[in-house]
């Protein structure tokens, strides 16, 4: 049993890991108790066990087996960490749980497999279990299986995928064992289940008696549909909401929405492997389907029609076959076979789905051609291929081919495209048939239902139904505007016995239709098909671009006005449809007007209407108008009273009063009533004639922008234009292009027909009048506002003169936006927004490009060019292209069609011929431009093997692809590009070349995407292979595009894709998307135009994304359709390029100036690191050079391309220097705004500056320098610290300056060296300079050589790099320089470092001339003449580098009580003056300065002399530390070492890196558990304390504010400070160690810490900050009472001082005092009464009992009563006694507060008599002041006699300290004067003596009287020890720890560089150190810092003198303290020449 009780005594998880399985056993019940019984599923008890739970379930034990699966299961429930452990759980339980034979391992294994799939890791386990079936095992493979079912069971086909289960049916099916293939039998109908149908393809093929038995087991299925019955951690809500159906009894009301969210339909398609064709093709079926015979022909195609019968077809280039069989349809004279080549088609499309697209734009014509064969089954072949085909493509792509066959002569093939389109629209949702696409079919439909034969009207009735059901009403209406009521009637009935595939809502019932497959095969189609085709369309239409233009569909006939009939009315942008009912009037008879205005005018107007008499004309007019301005909207009959207007004399009116009136009322009507265009064109003539008038001229023209505004400015402006141009009067045709000119900025640009306008403007411009031409020219102006350049491209062909006039006016628009429209819009916004919406999107689809005039040059494409550019010699091949390119170069603009190009040219895209491929690529990129947007429909043929060209070796190749890809993109958007597998295929591929050029084209289009297709998931896969691609650049283009694609997809489709990686590369890449996501930028706004306008003027918040018009924007708001400007601005995409990703452009028209608006540098996430690496690498040139050549500036152009803006960039690397300066003066502007952008980087700004410093113009060095002034300050606030890489390319090119002949700029480059050292350690910069002594440039030479001086100066002489002596030697070479500066720069520089580091410097510089000696001691004497110079110097300029970084280096922004490290500042330099006084040698001065500026590797080269122990000397001296132990315990040689290494963790506990601040707590928390050795730790309290609350200042001042960091490693830090301090103070001899100052601060920052709101918004704050409470308690209950309430008392002050200070604050404070008071009457013993009564002395002076009456709370007063009342009533009279280190008494009211608490306390016992010892005290006093004269005469007596004299002296000290007001000096009056100063001098003496041992006892707490009066605290403004305010001196330690602390932060060790033993060891075997430790070294020096500052301790309390006052004072009486330091250097001196 003994074994037992030995493991019985283990933790948990030791247990679970013990070799006797009964152990493990116990460990496993253990642990599921623990399990159950851990609430919070984050606690840190969890990751014990994580790499544990595998060997839980692998147990070789079964008993302990089946608890450790009980255990583990309910580990994976609880525990949050369990997901980490998913793949080896699941593999253990697959092979090892799984093959058991106990049926309950069985069970608890698929639980847990189950509760994987539970908590998110489906995809693991399923991964795992599918393995599984591989198992040789068939036990293992049935339980998979039946896991696998039950999991589908449970969760649904939604979270377990089907396809990889399916995938492995069949071979299941297989299996010789009859319980796996009973198992898959079950699992086979649970699949049938969810998917019904969708499962038998793939089973098609199994054991026919098999599938028997399935079909009938199939049958049994219920067919309710399935839901899910368990549900993930995710999924919670769902199910809340299934229980609470279940709740209501089953599925009482089920809803049809939850069966859809429950049953995701599953597509056959998908779970089919795709088969592969084309290799299976007959070898010659090219040849046979050419073949003369149509047997042969036949053989080929039933082939093919064999091998498409395959349900799912692998993708390929089916190019030559689709040609082939379209060859077939179009040209073979045999029926049959065009039949079988149709089903072909259809198979093909079937099978290959999308992948089919990129061929339908060639088919579909050829097809709806052949439609004309009469024979039913070839018709019905023909119907199946192009429904198919259709599926595969969208309705946009193949409409223009559609439209073409419309008007074909024959009726069958009218019919039939009819009937096409009315299928076609079944397929679409209202999304995917926007406007601009019913319009133009709509057009040609109206026209069949006006055909001759019926069987074309019935077919267009059906379309136009089909269209009226799926669009709306409202959508369609509008085109049907002029369809007389029967036949309206008829296409209303159409639509009603459609039958949707996509259900439609009408009226919000949910009336879905279930899809009716049109024709046998497309059924599988009809979903996903559609589905994608829903989304396309849906992205179509773009965001209204300010000027697009709209399409129209047929420009009308000049001269003829355009009337309703014609589709020329489309030109009339019906915008405003609905919403005004009378777009079209009919015409009324002059009868019938003159009846309706009868009505509504006075009968007298009527009459003289035409009358003869002008006057009567007049007055008419005035009745007519104010008739017009009384009546209704709805009464006013406007075209009536236009006519009545139009009447005789109608507009040849002669009197211009009468005829300016008639105009007026023209613009009433046509403002007030309903105006249509009929009216319009009875007044328009008359209008256009008047325009030139010059009286009426300004009335015609308002009349006809009221006009305008009612009937559309597009349809007016039209008409107007065509009436003024067939009139001859050039002051009409001038006047009316102004009006025009005008019209459009007012109304805006939109819908205009630019293509009319354009005639007209050319016949103004060859107009002979001048005034026209000049009209012409400046409309041309206002129209290039809104088309941009191409607008130049129709008047190429005028004369140069007006060009260049033309040109001049465009110059002069170029920089201005065009206005907001002003008119026209009111009336929309008043209407629905909806239709305004879809309006909307219909122009924004268009563009200035689409009025161009098209050539149609697919006849120029004959089969001989595509003959000679396949040809085989590549000449000819040449040739071929050289012809493409003059077609295309003639033709301007062209047409889709180009025929057989697209083919020909593709093969040429691999020619071998290089310079075929370069020219291809031209031809492509001048064919997209020719093309403009159409260009669509050949992306996936031509637009993705240019993609493939990427991958070419060559560089120039690739850049001409990339630049041909470029501007197909920006023709045709990215959707097409993206759409598909296409891209994923290509970056599959594994070239390097093809992965970056890639990736680096999508990181730089992906930031402008509003949306993208889902198919971008698709090359999530292959982009995370390539972050872990072989070549560099291939990873560092992944990871810059990383942010990007998960700014689309999100985060958790990003990492979910990586489930399928290898767990290592899994682990890396999940790494880096944790970094993209904190660099991801956020997805570019909607332009805000668009959202404004989207519900009839709506706020743009409400404007959803989601919503579907979101969607339409989605797509095009920056790619496609290419803005106007295009040409002008550079070209979008180039912009969108500078600013990668960061900033998207809203307005896609923004001119040059606005394009400066956005961040200067780009934060390219690791960009910095990586262009290290490469630098390292070798891939990039090496930053070093004499002079700069080119590749060095071309290499830093394309690294800066990433990372700044264009437009700054371009500025600077002009070939000019004022851009130059431009750039620095933004550099300059920017610097503070964007830090983090400057810093990373800083590299490249650094490089660039230096390339300045080559520059030969003076202001650009100047500017840069500057700018580097700055550059460095703001550095150093932001303590960055530059790398080697940035060092080492900049400040050598920065020394060069340094010898500039111009004294400013020498003197800016020192002052910038000045800064440097504050970013980069001094003696890293030393060789830099050093290597700058060796220029050829004298003065570079001197102000190099001064510089090192000022580095030793400032540093000492560990900046000297490699060594002091070899440095020394170097400078001393230059004494003997030819020039004269040199060799007394050289000689200065030796010189000082003399004074620092003495006659050492002989040795180190070794040999010299006689000469160069000789000048050398020369100068050391002059120098000598003035020795105090150099210290003084040294002590004024030190400050003056120390001070902008001394308050940063402590790593604490300004901290919230005083910073400590300005306070250390203050110390040391007031310490600098005494320095000046007693010139201590440099060896014993501690530089703190110096160390906290260093942040170099400092090699100590101390002289021999320190190596020995010098602890003897000191000892008189030293004065002991206030501690406890008298002896500090670093001078206690037993503990050297231990001493050392603690004092090593305490400095990291300190550290900016959080893990090893923990590591270093942790290590303490443990000596601190072990009573053995907890006592090393005793000398080391405050030093720890202060490291601690450094580490909390630093949390809360930079962790808690640092994005990245994650939030539960501060939460750790927390808890592993507070645990280790918990530790400390429960130990009581080590908590009374703590002094006051540092628990003053650690009270602060614990205090703060509780206030942290940002703390409680972490998950575990709460915990954090209960954890903080216990703290402060146990800190108030064990440190030494004393201290603890004296520091609460300073901290209350100070922060009720503090205005910063929150009241809540004061408020914990004062709690923590109430507690200090509940605890006093245990403690009052142990307290030093006398300290604390001086401390509330000092706060009631402070706050006097008026101003803590005006605080906001009276908390603070009644705290201090409350204290003061305790104090007395525990003490009694008594405390009175305790008053006497109050100086003055007078200066609080303490005292008198104190009394009156005692009186009243008397009062109230009853004791009237004053306490007796007091009265007696008093009247002693009285007594003894009459004695006072002869006791004084005694004790001088015993000074004078030679025995007593010290006995004298002591006891003249006790009086004098006890009647300090009694006057000694007529005793001394009559002595000597040396007998004075003796007396004097040993008064001072015993006070320090005194002093010293008084603060021992005191700080003991035996309270010692003589204190009081001998150490005054020191006053509130010169604050004397680091966080202490109140006099208590904290000794060297402090700043020991200080030293300690800022070595950390350097990267410096802190011990020597031995390996350091661990803390424990050391701890428990003490070894005795050979040499003084360097803590030791640095103590001593410590100590004479301390005694200089030992003076200001004896500064007056009272005097509010200031500091340089309260100095001068103490400097001027001789101080024991400079005596000692007299003394020691005596001894020094002594010492020293004994060693010599």
């Not at 006809?704 to 002051?731: G, H, R």
């Not at 590009?977 to 994923?984: K, N």
């Not at 050289?1386 to 004074?1395: K, R």
């Not at 009272?1998 to 340089?2004: A, L, M, V």
Request: hydrophobic share 40%; aromatic share 6%.
């Amino acid at each position: 049993m003994g074994d037992d009780s030995e493991w019985m005594k283990l933790p948990i998880d030791q247990k679970c890991e013990h070799k006797l399985w009964k152990a493990r056993l116990n460990g496993y019940e253990e642990a599921l108790k623990l399990f159950q019984k851990i609430d919070d599923e984050k606690s840190p008890e969890w990751s014990k066990y994580l790499g544990l739970i595998k060997k839980f379930v692998t147990d070789s034990n079964a008993v302990a087996q089946l608890k450790g699966l009980e255990a583990a299961l309910a580990y994976v429930e609880n525990a949050h960490v369990a997901g980490k452990t998913t793949g080896e759980v699941a593999s253990g339980v697959v092979n090892k749980v799984f093959n058991q034979p106990k049926a309950r391992a069985k069970e608890l294994g698929e639980d847990i497999c189950l509760m994987y799939i539970e908590i998110e890791k489906g995809e693991a386990i399923q991964e795992e279990l599918l393995k599984g079936l591989d198992n040789k095992n068939p036990k293992i493979i049935v339980a998979c299986i039946e896991t696998l079912r039950k999991a589908l069971s449970e969760f649904g086909s939604k979270i377990i995928s089907l396809k990889p289960i399916i995938k492995v049916l069949p071979k299941l099916f297989e299996s010789r064992e009859k319980a796996v293939r009973d198992e898959a039998k079950l699992l086979a109908v649970e699949i049938y289940r969810w998917i019904r149908d969708a499962l038998r393809p793939p089973l098609q093929n199994i054991n026919s008696v098999q599938l028997k038995e399935l079909e009938e087991e199939w049958i049994k299925v219920s067919s309710a549909a399935p839901k899910q019955t368990r549900f993930l951690r995710s999924q919670q809500e769902l199910k809340a909401k299934f229980e609470q159906q279940q709740g209501l009894g089953g599925d009482a009301d089920g809803g049809d929405d939850e069966e859809e969210e429950a049953v995701p339909q599953v597509d056959a398609y998908e779970l089919l492997e795709a088969v592969e064709i084309l290799s299976k093709l007959p070898k010659d079926f090219y040849e046979k389907i050419e073949a003369k015979k149509w047997q042969e022909r036949k053989e080929a195609l039933e082939a093919v029609e064999l091998l498409v019968k395959n349900p799912k077809l692998e993708s390929g280039d089916y190019a030559d076959l689709v040609k082939a069989l379209k060859k077939v349809v179009g040209k073979d004279t045999n029926v049959m076979l065009v039949a079988l080549a149709a089903k072909c088609l259809a198979g093909l499309a079937t099978g290959l789905r999308k992948k089919f697209g990129q061929y339908a734009g060639h088919v579909v014509p050829t097809i709806l051609e052949k439609f004309k064969e009469k024979k039913p089954q070839v018709v019905q072949a023909l119907q199946e291929a192009i429904d198919a085909i259709f599926l595969t493509t969208t309705l946009q792509n193949i409409s223009e081919d559609i439209l073409a066959v419309m008007d074909n002569k024959n009726p069958t093939i009218k019919q039939q495209t009819s009937l096409f389109i009315a299928r076609s629209f079944r397929h679409c949702t209202p999304s995917t048939l926007p406007k601009s696409l019913l319009k133009p079919f709509c057009a040609a439909l109206l026209k069949h239902i006006n055909d001759s034969a019926p069987e074309v009207r019935d077919a267009g009735f059906e379309a136009l139904g089909t269209a009226l059901k799926v669009a709306g009403e409202k959508a369609v209406n509008p085109f049907l505007a002029d369809v007389d009521k029967l036949k309206l009637d008829r296409i209303k009935e159409c639509a009603e016995k459609v039958e949707l595939v996509y259900g439609k809502k009408p009226g919000g019932a949910a009336e879905k239709k279930e899809g009716k497959p049109v024709t046998g095969k497309t059924a599988a189609l009809a979903g996903p098909a559609g589905d994608k085709e829903t989304k396309d369309a849906a992205t179509k239409p773009g965001p209204p671009k300010k000027g697009s233009a709209v399409k129209v569909g047929v420009p009308p006939k000049k001269g003829k006005p355009a009337t309703a009939a014609g589709p020329g009315g489309a030109g009339a942008k019906g915008k405003k449809g609905p919403e005004t009912k009378e777009i079209f009037e009919s015409e009324l008879s002059i009868e019938v007007c003159e009846e309706k205005a009868a009505a509504v005018l006075p009968a007298s107007c009527i009459q003289q209407l035409d009358s003869g008499n002008w006057k009567e004309r007049l007055a008419c007019m005035e009745e007519f108008q104010k008739a017009v301005e009384l009546m209704e909207r709805s009464e006013m009959p406007c075209q009536a009273l236009v006519r009545m207007l139009a009447k005789k004399p109608g507009w040849k009116e002669t009197n211009f009063q009468v005829m300016q009136m008639k105009l007026h009322i023209v613009a009433l009507i046509a403002q007030k009533g309903n105006f249509s265009k009929t009216s319009a064109q009875v007044v328009l003539d008359g209008l256009v004639d008047k325009v030139g008038d010059v009286k009426c001229g300004t009335n015609a023209k308002e009349a006809m922008t009221a006009i305008a505004e009612a009937c559309q400015l597009p349809w007016t402006a039209e008409q107007v234009v065509a009436m003024a141009f067939s009139q001859k009067n050039p002051k009409n045709q001038s006047e009316t292009l102004n009006w025009l000119s005008n019209a459009i900025k007012e109304f805006g640009f939109s819908g205009l027909n630019v293509k009319a306008f354009i005639s007209n403007v050319k016949t103004a411009l060859a107009a002979t009048n001048p005034a026209v031409r000049t009209s012409a020219i400046t409309l041309l102006g206002v129209m290039y506002l809104y088309v941009g350049p191409s607008l130049r491209m129709f008047f190429e062909d005028e004369k140069p003169a007006l060009l260049s006039q033309i040109d001049a006016e465009f110059e002069k628009m170029q920089g201005q936006t065009a206005p907001a429209p002003t008119r026209g819009i009111s009336r929309h916004s008043v209407g629905g927004g909806d239709d305004g919406e879809e309006e909307e999107q219909e122009e924004a689809g268009n563009d200035a490009v689409d009025l161009l005039p098209r050539t149609d040059i697919g006849d120029k494409i004959t089969a001989e060019l595509v003959a000679k550019i396949g040809d085989k010699n590549w000449k000819i091949r040449k040739e071929g292209l050289d012809e493409v390119t003059s077609i295309i170069n003639e033709a301007k603009f062209i047409q889709p069609n180009i025929g057989e190009l697209p083919a020909a040219l593709k093969g040429r895209l691999n020619d071998s011929n290089k310079i075929l491929v370069q020219q291809t690529l031209s031809i492509l990129q001048q064919l997209a431009t020719a093309m403009g947007p159409n260009i669509k429909q050949y992306v996936k043929n031509l637009g993705i093997p240019v993609i493939t060209v990427l991958g070419d070796s060559k560089n120039n190749v690739r850049a001409a692809a990339l630049a041909t890809v470029n501007a197909w993109a920006e023709q045709t958007g990215m959707k097409e590009w993206l759409e598909g597998e296409d891209l994923s295929e290509e970056l599959k591929k594994e070239n390097p070349f093809l992965r970056q050029e890639l990736l680096g084209w999508l990181a730089e289009k992906l930031p402008a995407l509003r949306s993208v297709p889902s198919d971008l998931l698709l090359c999530v896969p292959h982009l995370y292979s390539c972050l872990e691609d072989r070549n560099g650049d291939v990873r560092k283009k992944a990871q810059d595009a990383l942010p990007f694609f998960m700014m689309h997809l999100g985060f958790e489709k990003m990492a979910k894709a990586t489930g399928k990686l290898k767990p290592t590369s899994k682990d890396q890449v999940l790494a880096m998307l944790d970094k993209a996501k904190a660099n991801m930028p956020a997805k570019p706004a909607p332009p805000p135009k668009a959202s404004s306008r989207v519900v009839g003027g709506a706020p743009p918040a409400k404007f959803q994304p989601a919503s579907a018009f979101a969607d339409d924007l989605g797509s095009n708001t920056m790619e496609s359709k290419p803005d106007l400007k295009k040409a002008k601005a550079g070209g979008l995409s180039s912009k969108t390029k500078g600013v990668q990703g960061k900033k998207v452009l809203s307005k896609p028209n923004l001119k040059e100036d606005d394009d400066k608006s956005g961040p200067i540098f780009i934060i390219v996430p690791n960009g910095k690191e990586q262009r290290m690496k490469e630098e390292k690498a070798l891939k990039v040139l090496k930053w070093n050079f004499t002079t700069p050549r080119d590749e060095y500036i071309e290499q830093l152009k394309t690294q800066m391309s990433t990372c700044v803006a264009k437009w700054l960039q371009d500025e600077m690397f002009h070939a000019d220097f004022q851009h130059h300066n431009k750039a620095l003066t933004v550099m300059i502007e920017h610097l503070e705004s964007e830090k983090d952008g400057v810093i990373s980087c800083l590299d490249l700004i650094l490089k660039w500056l230096t390339l300045r410093f080559f520059d030969t113009n003076t202001s650009v060095l100047m500017k840069a320098l500057e700018y580097l002034k700055l550059l460095f300050n703001l550095l150093s606030q932001e303590e960055y610290h530059l790398t080697e890489n940035e060092a080492s390319s900049f400040i050598p090119y920065l020394i060069l300056k340094v010898g500039e002949p111009k004294d400013v700029i020498r003197k800016d480059v020192r002052a910038i060296l000045n800064r440097m050292c504050l970013i980069y350690p001094a003696s890293k910069m030393f060789p830099f300079i050093m290597e700058g002594t060796k220029s050829k440039n004298s003065k570079q030479r001197a102000e190099c050589l001064e510089e090192l001086g000022c580095l030793v100066e400032s540093y000492g002489m560990n900046v000297c790099q490699p060594t002091p002596g070899k440095a020394l030697k170097e400078m001393a070479t230059h004494i003997g320089d030819r020039d004269n500066t040199v060799r007394n720069a050289a000689l200065n520089t030796i010189v000082t470092v003399y004074n620092v580091h003495g006659d050492q410097v002989f040795k180190l510089i070794g040999n010299l001339s006689e000469k160069d000696m000789s000048m050398l001691e020369e100068r050391i004497k002059r120098s000598a003449k003035r020795p105090s110079s150099a210290p003084v110097r040294q002590a004024e300029e030190k400050p003056q580098r120390t001070q902008s970084i001394s308050a940063n280096t402590s790593m604490m922004r300004k901290g919230q009580a005083e910073d400590m490290s300005s306070k250390l500042n203050q110390n040391r330099n007031m310490g600098s003056h005494s320095e000046t006084a007693h010139t201590v040698p440099r060896e014993f001065q501690l530089d703190l300065d110096e160390i906290e500026n260093d942040n170099g590797t400092v090699r100590c080269e101390m002289p021999a002399l320190v190596q020995h122990k010098l602890d003897d000397i000191f000892e008189p001296v030293l004065i002991p530390e206030p501690k406890i132990r008298a002896v500090s315990p670093h001078f206690d040689d037993m503990h050297s070492n231990t001493a050392s290494t603690i004092n090593f963790v305490i400095s990291q506990v300190a550290s900016g890196d959080i893990n090893t601040s923990i590591q270093a707590l942790t290590q303490i928390d443990e000596v601190l558990k072990q009573e053995d050795k907890a006592e090393a730790m005793s000398g080391h309290i405050d030093q720890f304390l202060i490291a601690t609350f450094m580490q909390l200042r630093l949390i809360y001042n930079t962790h808690m504010a640092d994005e990245k960091l994650d939030k539960d490693e501060i939460v750790r830090l927390y808890s592993c400070i507070i645990g280790s301090m918990i530790t400390l103070f429960q130990i009581e001899s080590l908590a009374r160690e703590a002094s006051t100052g540092v628990l003053k601060d650690l009270m602060h920052g614990l205090i703060t810490l509780m206030l942290d709101s940002r703390v409680e918004d972490l998950e575990e704050g709460e915990q954090v900050i209960r954890s903080v409470n216990l703290l402060v308690v146990k800190v108030l209950e064990k440190s030494d009472q004393t201290n603890i309430l004296s520091a609460l008392l300073v901290l209350l002050q100070d922060s009720l001082l503090a205005t910063a200070s929150s009241p809540k604050f004061s408020e914990l404070v004062m709690k923590c005092l109430w507690r200090m008071v509940r605890l006093l009457p245990e403690t009052i013993n142990s307290i030093n009464l006398d300290r604390i009564l001086l401390d509330i002395h000092i706060f009631m002076k402070v706050f006097p009992k008026e101003k803590l009456k005006q605080c906001k709370s009276e908390f603070p007063i009644r705290t201090l009563k409350t204290l003061l009342h305790t104090l007395c009533k525990l003490k009694g009279p008594k405390i009175l006694d305790h008053l006497t280190m109050i100086d003055n008494k007078n200066e609080s009211e303490l005292e008198a507060h104190l009394c009156r608490v005692m009186k009243h306390a008397m009062d109230q016992s009853g004791k009237a008599d004053k306490d007796p010892e007091k009265g007696a005290s008093r009247i002693e006093e009285k007594a003894s002041k009459a004695k006072v004269n002869d006791i004084l005469a005694e004790i001088f007596k015993k000074i004078g006699s030679k025995e007593n004299t010290k006995e004298g002296l002591a006891e003249l000290y006790e009086y004098k300290k006890k009647y300090s007001d009694v006057d000694i000096e007529p005793f001394l009056k009559n002595s000597s004067q040396f007998f004075q100063s003796y007396v004097e001098r040993g008064l001072r003496l015993i006070e320090t003596e005194r002093e010293g041992k008084g603060r021992i006892a005191s700080s003991t707490g035996i309270s010692s009287q003589m204190e009081g009066t001998c150490v005054p605290a020191s006053t509130h403004t010169v604050s004397s020890s680091i966080g202490n305010t109140n006099g208590e001196e904290v000794g060297p330690s402090v700043y020991l720890e200080r030293l300690k602390i800022l070595r950390q932060r350097c990267g410096l060790d802190n011990a020597k560089q031995e390996d350091r033993p661990p803390l424990t060891s050391l701890l428990s075997k003490p070894t005795l150190p050979t040499v003084a430790s360097s803590t030791d070294m640095l103590h001593s020096k410590l100590s004479q810092l301390r005694e200089s500052r030992e003076q200001y301790q004896h500064l007056d309390l009272d005097s509010n003198q200031t500091h340089s006052s309260g100095i001068g004072t103490t400097l001027a009486s001789p101080s024991s303290a400079a005596a000692n330091i007299d003394d020691l250097k005596k001894r020094l001196e002594r010492i020293k020449s004994s060693r010599k």
